[in-house]
């Protein structure tokens, strides 16, 4: 089994920052693409951020210059910093993580979810 599990979300005035991480664990051969999505009350669930296991990032429109994805290898973990937070961006963040595990299947995980909410 793999699990996902995120943190660092919470209450946050606008213009503030938060640092979410999320932690992969449990029978990892190799973890691929990892990104982050959100999802606002009455809203589709939409992509804040990825990265490749190589590196390369990619982001929203609404998140550049904003936002930035990186990850840590060795540890398994996958973050975002977010900067200059707006109202906007309240919403639960999810990570998702493209993973091939011991037995060679290869799936995409979602962690439970982070709620981030920015005030005015």
């Known amino acids: 089994q793999v699990h996902l599990v995120e943190s660092g979300g919470g209450l946050v005035q606008a213009g503030g920052s938060l640092r979410l991480s999320c932690a992969a664990s449990?029978?990892?051969?190799?973890?691929?693409?990892m990104a982050w999505y959100r999802q606002a009350p009455g809203k589709q669930r939409e992509l804040v951020a990825a990265?490749?296991?190589?590196?390369?990032?990619s982001y929203a429109d609404s998140v550049k210059g904003r936002g930035t994805i990186s990850r840590d290898n060795a540890k398994n973990t996958v973050y975002l910093q977010m900067n200059s937070l707006k109202p906007e961006d309240t919403a639960v963040y999810y990570c998702?993580?493209?993973?091939?595990?011991?037995?060679?299947?290869?799936?995409?995980?979602w962690g439970q979810g982070t709620q981030v909410t920015v005030s005015s």
């Open positions: 449990g029978s990892i051969f190799s973890i691929h693409s």
């Open positions: 998702t993580a493209r993973i091939t595990s011991y037995a060679r299947s290869q799936y995409d995980h």
């Open positions: 990265i490749t296991s190589g590196g390369q990032t």
